[in-house]
Nanobody
Framework: QVQLVESGGGLVQAGGSLRLSCAAS????????MAWYRQAPGKQRELVARITSDGSTNYAGSMKGRSTISRDNTKSTVYLQMTSLKPEDTAVYYC?????????WGQGTQVTVSS
């Protein structure tokens, strides 16, 4: 059974930083592309950052330049370091594991940025 467990969300002031973690189990982690998505109230889920199984990264949207995705295959964990947070970054952040047609989602962690 695949499990993706996010942690590290919370309440932070504008300009602050957070590091999200996603611990995976039930998959051969090193073979999966991992990503972080977010969904704000009333909006569609959007990609924040992706890291492939070979370590290539790409970033999307307004978090580009303010976020860094990384992975530790020895811990089956993917991280998202976010800096210079803004109130508009407030959202539920979801971890995603992808390999071919196998797509898995975590339950999400709430990030709230106060002004």
């Amino acid at each position: 059974q695949v499990q993706l467990v996010e942690s590290g969300g919370g309440l932070v002031q504008a300009g602050g930083s957070l590091r999200l973690s996603c611990a995976a189990s039930g998959i051969i982690f090193s073979r999966y592309d991992m990503a972080w998505y977010r969904q704000a109230p009333g909006k569609q889920r959007e990609l924040v950052a992706r890291i492939t199984s070979d370590g290539s990264t790409n970033y999307a949207g307004s978090m580009k330049g303010r976020s860094t995705i990384s992975r530790d295959n020895t811990k089956s964990t993917v991280y998202l370091q976010m800096t210079s947070l803004k109130p508009e970054d407030t959202a539920v952040y979801y971890c995603n594991a992808l390999r071919g047609w196998d797509i898995n989602w975590g339950q999400g962690t709430q990030v709230t940025v106060s002004s």
